[in-house]
């Protein structure tokens, strides 16, 4: 009875295994995950206003950016300047690292460094997830109405590709009217065939966070 038992999971862990494996073969060389990744990131509308808003990203244990954080600020920094912003606000905490400075805080100096007025920047340094970023960001905007038209005219939110259907619903659900900027990360490493293996695991995350966003109500 042991060997029949252990012979029928064999055939199941087999099967599925096989099933596994079939899978990420479609998804690694099938236009699927670019359409996925295409509804995730949504449309999106001329990349101009009176106040740009940058989401932080990955944060590594040093206090640097990861990739994707890097690659919204170089985009963000690209935009602010043709664009004809005249604010820009970053926001992103610590992301767990206590010790270092924020997410938001690299991200602008290494904006700065590419040739944005660091006047001209605001920071939100408590957020520590998609939905904190809404939240302490119209917090941050119902704190400055009042402080110029700088603060009430048309704001873009950038976000990475992927990330930017959430981004923009969790700002639309805060309070916050946006018009979203994508900045290119999937939908370019998508390209490269070494990194079509993270773009699977990226984009499948970015589904089950959004279905959870969803699920509370958040979205």
Known sequence: MIARLAARLWR????????????????????LLPRLSGWLTGDWGEPKGDVLIV??????????????????AVYGA?????????????????????NTISIAQAMANLMVGL???????????????TRENALFTARLFNQKAGAGSEWTGRKVLLSSD?????AHAAFARAGVDTVP??????GKRWGVWTERWN?????????????????RGWL
């Open 55 to 72: 989401l932080g990203g990955t944060q590594l244990g040093d206090g640097t950016f990861g990739g994707n954080s890097y690659w919204r």
């Open 12 to 31: 199941i862990f087999r099967t599925a295994s096989a099933c596994f494996v079939l899978l990420l073969i479609l998804l690694y060389t099938s236009p």
């Open 115 to 129: 040739g944005v007025p660091r006047e001209d920047i605001t920071l939100e340094e408590e957020s520590r997830s």
């Open 162 to 166: 992927i990330h930017m259907r959430r």
């Open 78 to 98: 690209q935009i602010f300047r043709e664009g004809g912003f005249r604010r820009m606000v970053i926001t992103g905490g610590h992301g767990g690292y206590p």
């Open 181 to 186: 900027a994508p900045s290119p990360d999937v």
């Open 199 to 215: 773009c699977i695991g990226e984009v499948g995350l970015e589904w089950v966070k959004y279905g959870y966003y969803k699920m």
